[in-house]
């Protein structure tokens, strides 16, 4: 089947400009995560959505960062204003979610590269 | 809090040795422990998981990683390194019931 898929693969922006990044999950699951992947911090999380439970955005460095899940499946992550230090690769994850931790698994997208010039 | 280590950033094997990416990790709690790979311009693989059912886990492409409570320890091997195996691994702990904590990773060189 399907696995996580996300566009752009790449988008290069100027400072300053707005970006959205689109990950679409596997089918049927209830559960998304974004991910941020860069040079100077590793692999971070970002941001979480359990089904019609508030997102927990523990993890979005600043409050340029949102991101949305629209009717449960498709999830935009915005950044407004890009800063060069938002060049990363995002990468999103889905997972069952409705299960217990020792069965749910991760499944990661290809991810989205972004670079702020 | 819960944290991952990975003892070394690179790691060089000559193909056919036995390759060892070592993992330590810090949880309060039983933990829920994994290892995924990353091939170049690619998203994260998982490989294996544990999650207490049994200490040595097998995954996938002949990687096995066994969980050691004592010495807090969930390093990955394979018998024999292929060069196929060259990619960046990742080891990483549940932290609650789902964000993952990632290590700094650990990239595998495999020399012919």
């Known amino acids: 089947g399907a696995g996580v898929s996300q566009s752009p693969s790449n988008k290069v922006t100027e400072k300053g400009k707005d970006v959205e990044l689109r990950c679409d999950p596997i089918s049927g699951h209830t559960a998304l995560y974004w991910y941020r992947q860069s040079l100077g911090q590793g692999l971070e999380f970002l941001i979480y959505?359990?089904?019609?439970?508030?997102?927990?955005k523990s993890g979005l460095p600043s409050d340029r960062f949102s991101a949305e899940r629209t009717g449960g499946s498709v999830s935009t992550l915005t950044i407004q204003r890009t800063q060069q230090e938002d060049s990363a690769v995002y990468l999103c994850?889905?997972?069952?979610?409705?299960?217990?931790?020792?069965?749910?698994?991760?499944?990661f997208g290809p991810g989205t590269r972004l670079t702020v010039l | 809090a819960q944290s991952v280590t990975q003892l070394g950033s690179h790691v060089s094997v000559s193909e056919g040795a036995l390759v060892l990416l070592r993992c330590n990790y810090s949880s309060s709690v039983p933990p829920y422990l994994f290892w995924y790979v990353q091939y170049p311009n690619q998203g994260l693989q998982l490989l294996l998981k544990?999650?207490?059912?049994?200490?040595l886990v097998k995954g996938i492409n002949g990687f096995e990683a066994e969980f050691k409570k004592s010495e807090t320890s969930f390093h990955l091997t394979k018998p024999s390194a292929h060069m196929s195996d060259a990619a960046e691994y990742f080891c990483?702990?549940?932290?609650?019931?789902?964000?993952?904590?990632f290590g700094s990773g650990t990239r595998l060189l495999v020399r012919p």
């Open positions: 990483a702990v549940r932290s609650g019931s789902y964000k993952l904590i």
């Open positions: 544990y999650t207490s059912a049994a200490t």
């Open positions: 959505f359990q089904g019609n439970s508030a997102p927990d």
């Open positions: 994850a889905s997972s069952l979610g409705h299960v217990g931790p020792s069965t749910d698994t991760q499944y």
